[in-house]
């Protein structure tokens, strides 16, 4: 079946610039992840919704941060006033209920300029 | 808080050359234990994970695991690597649900 997509694959912002950053997950699939992963390193979480609740958002590096998913399914990962070291790549994953297991989408390249 | 930390970042290795790839983790409780791999240009994809029971664990691509607890350490090995084990390989552990990973081990492997 279908994995994880995530779109755009790349986004080029100018500094200061919104952005949003769209995540479908697996069908069914009813946990869904933010990861932010710089140049060199390991993912790093963001955020986590079971369903339509944000449940965790102690990773998001400030306030200029804004996830959602109302609808339970597709979730956005929007960025307001990008900054340089916002450039990155943002990971989506998902899991089913009560699973460890995530999947994880190709990604965004986010470069801020 | 938990940690990951792998201990080699760049690895390079011959073709048929055996692999083992060390990882440590900082974790009071019970924890659950994953490799990923991310090939040049491909998402992240699950090579093995323990949960718990048999501390070995076989993995795709005849990748192997073995927990051991006191130590803190879940180490990656294969006996003879193929040129296509060139990636990326991450550590990671959930003691919740969020996964912590380690800042991955890039192994090249040579003909």
């Known amino acids: 079946g279908a994995g994880v997509s995530q779109s755009p694959r790349y986004k080029v912002a100018k500094r200061g610039q919104d952005v949003a950053l769209r995540c479908d997950p697996i069908?069914?699939?009813?946990?869904l992840f933010w990861y932010q992963q710089a140049l060199g390193q390991g993912p790093e979480f963001l955020t986590y919704?079971?369903?339509?609740?944000?449940?965790?958002k102690s990773g998001l590096p400030s306030d200029r941060f804004f996830a959602e998913r109302p609808e339970g399914s597709v979730s956005t990962l929007k960025i307001q006033r990008t900054q340089q070291e916002d450039s990155a790549v943002y990971l989506c994953a998902s899991s089913l209920a009560g699973s460890y297991e995530q999947y994880f989408g190709p990604g965004t390249r986010l470069t801020v300029t | 808080a938990q940690s990951v930390s792998q201990h080699n970042h760049h690895v390079i290795l011959s073709e048929a050359a055996s692999l083992e790839l060390g990882c440590n983790y900082s974790?009071?409780?019970?924890?659950?234990l994953f490799w990923y791999v991310q090939y040049p240009g491909q998402h992240l994809q699950l090579l093995l994970k323990?949960?718990?029971?048999?501390?070995l664990v076989k993995g795709i691509k005849g990748f192997e695991a073995e927990f051991i607890k006191s130590k803190f350490s879940f180490n990656l090995r294969k006996p003879s690597v193929q040129w296509s084990d060139t990636a990326e390989y991450f550590c990671a552990v959930s003691g919740n649900t969020p996964l912590v990973f380690g800042k991955g081990t890039r192994l090249s492997v040579i003909a």
């Open positions: 323990y949960f718990s029971g048999d501390p």
């Open positions: 919704f079971q369903n339509e609740a944000q449940l965790d």
């Open positions: 974790y009071g409780g019970t924890v659950n």
């Open positions: 069908s069914g699939h009813v946990s």
